[in-house]
């Protein structure tokens, strides 16, 4: 192949459109997925209120002040 023709700067052209589109995919794939794990990780966190990990502490907070209601109905029943 002749580099010096219009033909092969044109292959040369192609080949490396062809990867700057396959990279731009790659990174925008892998954009995608990182702004997915940061709203997953987000729910892990405390945010006043609507993230899991707040709703994990209002159960848990409920779960002891039942404990400590049942652990008096028992003494209170001895």
């Given at each position: 192949?002749?580099?010096?023709?219009?033909?092969?700067?044109?292959?040369?052209?192609?080949?490396?459109?062809?990867?700057?589109?396959?990279?731009?995919?790659?990174?925008?794939?892998?954009?995608?997925?990182?702004?997915?794990?940061?709203?997953?990780?987000?729910?892990?966190?405390?945010?006043?209120?609507?993230?899991?990990?707040?709703?994990?502490n209002r159960i848990e907070q409920k779960i002891a002040k039942l404990?400590?209601?049942?652990?008096?109905?028992?003494?209170?029943s001895e």
């Amino acid at each position: 192949m002749d580099w010096n023709s219009a033909g092969g700067w044109a292959t040369v052209g192609a080949l490396v459109l062809e990867v700057v589109v396959v990279l731009w995919g790659v990174f925008r794939h892998f954009n995608k997925i990182e702004r997915r794990l940061d709203r997953i990780e987000a729910e892990y966190k405390p945010n006043h209120g609507t993230s899991m990990r707040d709703a994990v502490n209002r159960i848990e907070q409920k779960i002891a002040k039942l404990e400590g209601r049942f652990e008096q109905h028992v003494e209170e029943s001895e």
